[in-house]
């Protein structure tokens, strides 16, 4: 393949980065642990059996999009639906960002950057503070001039930590009317935080939401976004038509019908990553970063070993030690309450081998 035919840029552009790894404990794409629950999970089933295969979709998922202005009391001209949040991510980019600037912070989800390379518009990312910390007063400056798209991720990934309802609005404002503020609440359910009262008031404000985490369908893709009606109606010009499959749309229609078992799983996740927290800062040479999320941030000296012990016992976490500000980090999904137990056992154990090295270390040379 001549690589002439192929945009430098793009040549130049690193793929999105991730490593599939087998193993028995899956703590490394912030996944739900839980598949979705019976008998729910085989009447959707049964419903995707009666799908009508030779026909096309709804052009955006129209039957979708139906339950969720449904769930999320708003107006079903206002959501967009897509196959996966990602999606709506390069829709946004190529819709607001192009030929303009994308604005994040710096490290952040990993794909607003991306596409916003992939799409030539003027990446812009102000790194985060000190302890992760929101760089507001910069995120403002940056604001003031130019136009395009501000990523804020709310809570933030992959540090995990919350964003204050209060610097939510001040940014939403500041953004309006030249940039388009898109809060992506991923991980809101976790942290109990829900942004769409801003997306409401600030014209230009967007809310982008995920089932792949706290609904347990990363395999099935649906993201969605709230926003204007008026502002989706363009957003949807990105979008490409019938992507979301009739497979899709029978078996996230039916599962929308009775969301009651998110609530519970959330509850748990967010228990057991109390738990887990709690444990894991009682070891030694290991950081614990405050999370909101389904997942916790930490930093050790040595994150690629411990990766790879994790590994040899069956654990895969995520490396995220190549990130901007975040060496020596580690990323790790809360699972289940036994992939937890193993989880820490095997952090125990690898921690306390490694603090055993260095005492031994330390009186050799005494
Ligand atoms: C902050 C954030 N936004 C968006 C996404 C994309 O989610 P999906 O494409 O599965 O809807 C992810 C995935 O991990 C994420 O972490």
């Given at each position: 393949m001549s690589r002439m035919a192929i945009r430098p840029d793009v040549e130049a552009l690193p793929a999105y980065r991730f490593q599939a790894l087998d193993a028995a404990v899956k703590l490394d794409q912030n996944e739900s642990p839980w598949d979705l629950p019976e008998p729910l999970r085989s009447r959707a089933l049964e419903r995707v059996a009666r799908a009508e295969l030779h026909r096309y979709p709804a052009m955006?998922?129209?039957?979708?999009?139906?339950?969720?202005?449904?769930?999320?009391?708003?107006?079903?001209?206002?959501?967009?639906?897509?196959?996966?949040s990602n999606v709506l991510i390069q829709a946004i980019v190529i819709a607001a960002g192009l030929g303009r600037r994308v604005l994040s912070v710096a490290p952040s989800f990993s794909l607003y950057a991306l596409q916003a390379r992939l799409l030539s518009a003027e990446l812009r990312e102000v790194p985060l503070g000190a302890g992760f910390t929101l760089p507001l007063e910069a995120l403002l400056a940056e604001l003031a001039q130019g136009e395009g798209v501000h990523f804020l991720a709310a809570p933030m990934a992959p540090t995990g930590n919350a964003v204050s309802a209060e610097d939510?609005?001040?940014?939403?404002?500041?953004?309006?009317?030249?940039?388009?503020?898109?809060?992506?609440e991923a991980y809101g359910p976790f942290a109990g935080s829900d942004f769409s009262n801003v997306v409401r008031d600030v014209p230009g404000a967007v809310s982008l939401r995920t089932c792949s985490k706290a609904f347990a369908m990363g395999g099935v893709r649906l993201g969605y976004a709230l926003t204007d009606p008026g502002l989706a109606v363009h957003l949807r010009k990105a979008v490409l038509p019938f992507t979301v499959s009739a497979l899709q749309a029978a078996l996230v229609e039916t599962v929308l019908e009775d969301p009651a078992y998110v609530r519970s799983r959330v509850e748990r996740i967010v228990a057991e990553r109390e738990r887990v927290a709690l444990a894991l800062r009682t070891l030694p040479g290991i950081d614990v970063h405050p999370s909101v999320t389904n997942f916790l941030l930490v930093r050790v000296a040595g994150a690629a070993a411990l990766h790879a012990g994790l590994l040899a016992r069956g654990i895969v976490v995520r490396r995220q030690d190549h990130l901007p500000g975040l060496h020596g980090c580690l990323r790790i999904s809360i699972g289940t309450p036994a992939e937890n137990d193993a989880l820490v056992a095997a952090l125990t154990a690898e921690l306390g081998a490694r603090s055993a090295a260095t005492e031994r270390t330390e009186e050799s040379h005494a």
């Open positions: 955006h998922a129209d039957g979708v999009a139906e339950r969720i202005a449904e769930l999320e009391d708003w107006p079903v001209e206002g959501v967009v639906v897509t196959n996966g939510v609005w001040t940014l939403a404002r500041a953004g309006t009317p030249r940039w388009l503020t898109v809060i992506d």
